[in-house]
């Protein structure tokens, strides 16, 4: 290819290049909440192992949804696959936080019913928009992609809150 195809050759990557940082943004999220629950578990089981298994089994997964939308970003049945398989990581982990509450001897610390609550209504709130990005492939692709965005974002933002607070506690602990 000559060097004057650069910039078209690009512009016909950018599907790709999109969805491959938009799956990477995701992934690191799954990451590092995947993180924080491992930090908090105490006494590991075999249920424990093997939602952990699952969760892993479902992030490898992502790079075969990731590459059909960036093949064919606008058509319904990647979008669909995409955010199904979003939604089954994120039911991992609301049925990792529930399975955690119920059995707080597995865990460093008493999870209180109001943390318990705050981190589910997190996965409720995630899971709903998902469904919604799904449904809407098949008549608002674009709009599907938007909601993907704005979720990570907004998790995102959750996040870095959440584990600055954290950490500031901790500091202060430290210094009394």
Known sequence: MPYGALAAALWEALPRIAAYVLSFVAIGLYWIFHYVYIDRIKLVNGTIIGLNMLMLLLVSFMPIPTSLIGRYP???????????????????????????YRHPTLVHEDMTHSNFKGQLWVYIWVNVPYLLAVALAFVLPV??????????VAVG?????RLNAVQNRKLLEKTK
């Open 74 to 100: 606008l058509q319904p049945w990647p979008i669909l696959f995409y955010g199904l398989c979003l939604f089954a990581l994120n039911m991992t982990g609301m049925v990792t936080l529930i399975y955690l």
């Open 157 to 161: 933002i959750d996040l870095w809150r």
């Open 143 to 152: 709009v599907s992609y938007i909601i993907f965005f704005v979720i990570f």
